[in-house]
């Protein structure tokens, strides 16, 4: 079993910074890629920043606000998020795009619980 823990959320006020964490614990053998999505009330879950070996990826809208990064050593992600704005206010999920056991199971996606941040204007 595998699991994703988010932490780091909460309410802040325009401008201000949050920095998340999700840390993947259980039998993960390798992990390929990791990222945060967010999903907003009455919309769509939409990708916000992925990482893998070869690079990081952001949509448009938190470029030059967030940075993400990660810990392999500890299976960790992390997303941190400055000059955050109202439209910032989602649910953010942690995933995984892991190997469990051993070099010959499939990759799986792996979701975390989801974590609230809220931005006050």
């Known amino acids: 079993q595998v699991q994703l823990v988010e932490s780091g959320g909460g309410l802040v006020q325009a401008g201000g910074s949050l920095r998340l964490s999700c840390v993947g614990s259980g039998s993960i053998f390798s992990i390929n890629s990791m990222g945060w999505y967010r999903q907003a009330p009455g919309k769509q879950r939409e990708m916000v920043a992925t990482?893998?070996?070869?690079?990081?990826n952001y949509v448009d809208s938190v470029k030059d606000r967030f940075t993400i990064s990660r810990d392999n050593a500890k299976n960790t992600v992390y997303l941190q998020m400055n000059s955050l704005k109202p439209e910032d206010t989602a649910v953010y999920y942690c995933?995984?795009?892991?190997?469990?056991?051993?070099?010959?199971?499939?990759?799986?996606?792996?979701w975390g619980q989801g974590t609230q941040v809220t931005v006050s204007s």
């Open positions: 995933y995984a795009y892991l190997q469990r056991y051993s070099s010959g199971s499939p990759y799986v996606n792996v």
């Open positions: 990482i893998t070996s070869g690079g990081t």
